[in-house]
Protein backbone atom coordinates (compact mmCIF):
# COMPACT_ATOMS: atom_id res chain seq x y z
CA UNK A 1 0.00 0.00 0.00
CA UNK A 2 0.95 3.39 -0.80
CA UNK A 3 1.54 5.65 1.70
CA UNK A 4 0.22 9.19 1.66
CA UNK A 5 1.98 12.14 2.84
CA UNK A 6 0.37 12.22 6.53
CA UNK A 7 0.43 16.05 7.24
CA UNK A 8 -2.03 16.97 4.86
CA UNK A 9 -4.11 14.02 5.55
CA UNK A 10 -5.61 14.03 1.75
CA UNK A 11 -7.72 11.81 0.97
CA UNK A 12 -6.94 8.36 -1.13
CA UNK A 13 -6.94 9.66 -4.99
CA UNK A 14 -9.43 6.77 -6.41
CA UNK A 15 -12.02 8.11 -4.39
CA UNK A 16 -12.19 11.14 -6.45
CA UNK A 17 -12.42 13.65 -3.69
CA UNK A 18 -9.49 16.63 -2.28
CA UNK A 19 -9.62 18.26 0.85
CA UNK A 20 -11.69 21.83 0.67
CA UNK A 21 -9.76 24.84 1.13
CA UNK A 22 -10.35 25.90 5.05
CA UNK A 23 -11.91 29.02 4.31
CA UNK A 24 -14.75 30.29 6.77
CA UNK A 25 -17.21 28.27 4.64
CA UNK A 26 -15.34 24.94 5.16
CA UNK A 27 -14.92 26.03 8.95
CA UNK A 28 -18.15 26.18 9.36
CA UNK A 29 -19.01 22.81 8.27
CA UNK A 30 -16.26 20.97 10.03
CA UNK A 31 -17.42 22.49 13.36
CA UNK A 32 -21.42 20.85 12.62
CA UNK A 33 -19.12 17.39 12.09
CA UNK A 34 -17.06 17.89 15.32
CA UNK A 35 -20.02 18.70 17.37
CA UNK A 36 -20.94 14.99 16.41
CA UNK A 37 -17.46 14.15 17.56
CA UNK A 38 -17.58 15.51 20.88
CA UNK A 39 -21.03 13.69 21.47
CA UNK A 40 -18.80 10.30 19.99
CA UNK A 41 -16.74 11.61 23.00
CA UNK A 42 -19.38 12.37 25.67
CA UNK A 43 -21.20 8.70 25.07
CA UNK A 44 -17.71 7.30 25.71
CA UNK A 45 -16.88 9.13 28.91
CA UNK A 46 -19.09 7.16 31.36
CA UNK A 47 -17.15 3.98 30.42
CA UNK A 48 -14.06 5.13 30.81
CA UNK A 49 -13.23 5.03 27.31
CA UNK A 50 -10.46 7.74 25.79
CA UNK A 51 -11.73 8.44 21.88
CA UNK A 52 -8.51 9.65 20.23
CA UNK A 53 -8.49 12.57 18.16
CA UNK A 54 -10.48 12.63 15.28
CA UNK A 55 -9.07 14.48 12.34
CA UNK A 56 -11.65 15.50 10.65
CA UNK A 57 -11.44 16.97 7.05
CA UNK A 58 -14.31 18.89 4.54
CA UNK A 59 -13.95 17.28 1.21
CA UNK A 60 -15.24 18.32 -2.32
CA UNK A 61 -15.29 16.12 -5.37
CA UNK A 62 -13.28 16.69 -8.40
CA UNK A 63 -14.50 14.95 -10.78
CA UNK A 64 -18.45 14.17 -9.71
CA UNK A 65 -20.27 13.71 -6.70
CA UNK A 66 -20.23 9.75 -6.68
CA UNK A 67 -22.77 9.42 -3.50
CA UNK A 68 -19.95 8.95 -0.88
CA UNK A 69 -21.30 10.36 2.38
CA UNK A 70 -18.57 9.85 4.10
CA UNK A 71 -14.79 7.55 4.24
CA UNK A 72 -12.33 7.05 7.20
CA UNK A 73 -8.76 5.44 7.45
CA UNK A 74 -9.45 2.55 9.06
CA UNK A 75 -8.06 3.07 12.53
CA UNK A 76 -5.79 5.98 11.62
CA UNK A 77 -7.79 8.26 13.51
CA UNK A 78 -8.87 10.65 9.81
CA UNK A 79 -12.39 11.04 9.21
CA UNK A 80 -13.25 12.72 5.69
CA UNK A 81 -17.31 13.97 4.98
CA UNK A 82 -18.35 15.93 1.47
CA UNK A 83 -18.99 19.00 2.10
CA UNK A 84 -22.21 17.99 0.41
CA UNK A 85 -22.83 15.80 2.67
CA UNK A 86 -23.89 18.61 5.54
CA UNK A 87 -25.50 20.69 3.23
CA UNK A 88 -27.84 18.43 1.43
CA UNK A 89 -29.58 17.54 4.27
CA UNK A 90 -30.58 14.40 3.25
CA UNK A 91 -28.94 11.62 5.64
CA UNK A 92 -28.46 12.09 9.75
CA UNK A 93 -25.00 13.53 10.01
CA UNK A 94 -24.33 12.32 13.46
CA UNK A 95 -24.95 8.90 12.29
CA UNK A 96 -22.85 9.17 9.38
CA UNK A 97 -19.98 10.99 11.45
CA UNK A 98 -20.08 7.53 14.45
CA UNK A 99 -20.02 5.34 11.47
CA UNK A 100 -16.76 6.73 10.29
CA UNK A 101 -15.26 7.03 14.30
CA UNK A 102 -15.65 3.15 14.41
CA UNK A 103 -13.88 2.73 11.10
CA UNK A 104 -11.24 5.40 11.93
CA UNK A 105 -10.67 4.99 16.16
CA UNK A 106 -11.58 1.28 16.23
CA UNK A 107 -11.10 -0.35 12.93
CA UNK A 108 -14.40 -1.39 12.99
CA UNK A 109 -15.59 -2.78 9.19
CA UNK A 110 -18.73 -3.02 7.62
CA UNK A 111 -21.41 -5.39 9.43
CA UNK A 112 -23.83 -6.60 6.86
CA UNK A 113 -27.91 -5.01 7.58
CA UNK A 114 -26.54 -3.36 10.36
CA UNK A 115 -28.10 0.12 10.92
CA UNK A 116 -24.66 1.49 12.00
CA UNK A 117 -22.35 -0.19 10.21
CA UNK A 118 -24.14 -1.66 7.05
CA UNK A 119 -22.40 -0.37 3.80
CA UNK A 120 -25.36 1.23 2.91
CA UNK A 121 -26.22 2.14 6.74
CA UNK A 122 -28.17 5.75 5.35
CA UNK A 123 -30.00 7.06 8.24
CA UNK A 124 -32.56 9.78 6.68
CA UNK A 125 -32.74 12.94 8.23
CA UNK A 126 -35.21 13.07 11.33
CA UNK A 127 -34.37 9.19 11.91
CA UNK A 128 -31.36 9.02 14.22
CA UNK A 129 -32.69 7.07 17.75
CA UNK A 130 -30.64 6.67 21.00
CA UNK A 131 -30.49 3.29 20.02
CA UNK A 132 -28.02 4.15 17.29
CA UNK A 133 -26.07 5.80 20.53
CA UNK A 134 -26.37 2.30 22.10
CA UNK A 135 -25.20 0.23 18.89
CA UNK A 136 -22.05 2.56 18.66
CA UNK A 137 -21.11 2.03 22.44
CA UNK A 138 -21.76 -1.44 21.94
CA UNK A 139 -19.36 -1.40 18.80
CA UNK A 140 -16.71 0.55 20.67
CA UNK A 141 -16.75 -1.99 24.19
CA UNK A 142 -16.82 -5.30 21.64
CA UNK A 143 -13.75 -3.76 20.02
CA UNK A 144 -11.78 -3.12 22.26
CA UNK A 145 -11.87 -6.56 24.14
CA UNK A 146 -10.59 -7.77 20.90
ZN1 LIG B 1 -18.35 2.53 6.09
Redesign the pocket.
Known sequence: MKRRRRTSHQPAEHLGMKNAHMDRDCFKLRREVMQHVYHAKRLLRPLSIELPRITVRITEFTRHDSGCLGVASLGDSVIWIPSTTITDGEYDLRSIVL?EIL?AAFSVG?VADCPMMG?YALVKVGGYTPALDQLFVDYCVNSRAI
Open positions: HHHA
